[in-house]
């Protein structure tokens, strides 16, 4: 059973950047897909980013898309999210998610990790 934790989230105005961090442990983190989710207040779950175990092949959706970066450091058993050009609408808690299936949706991910807030203020 992999345990992840994410961290990095903070206040951040408008126009900044921050990078947010997976770290793993129990397991390594090579063999999954990893991903990254937000849920703002409100609001459903919606995902933001994912990377392909094998391919190292990176998805992302629209509203991030050209702003945001995801990467994975398989040695340090890690994945982040580098968020660049943060809009106020970025606002929500960003959760960590691994699974055996690849997908951009919630359910085939079966580990989460307990979620770090991000607020951008304008």
């Known amino acids: 059973q992999v345990q992840l934790v994410e961290s990095g989230g903070r206040l951040v105005q408008a126009g900044g950047s921050l990078r947010l961090s997976c770290a793993a442990s129990?397991?390594?983190?090579?063999?999954?897909?990893m991903a990254w989710f937000r849920q703002a207040p409100g609001k459903e779950r919606e995902f933001v980013a994912a990377?392909?175990?094998?391919?190292?092949?990176?998805y992302y959706a629209d509203s991030v898309k050209g702003r945001f970066t995801i990467s994975r450091d398989n040695a340090k058993n890690t994945v982040d999210l580098q968020m660049n050009s943060l809009k106020p609408e970025d606002t929500a808690v960003y959760y960590c998610?691994?699974?055996?299936?690849?997908?951009?949706?919630?359910?085939?991910?079966?580990?989460w990790g307990q979620g770090t807030q991000v607020t951008v203020s304008s």
């Open positions: 998610a691994a699974g055996g299936v690849f997908a951009t949706t919630q359910e085939p991910y079966g580990h």
């Open positions: 990377i392909r175990w094998n391919s190292g092949n990176t």
């Open positions: 129990r397991r390594t983190l090579s063999s999954y897909n």
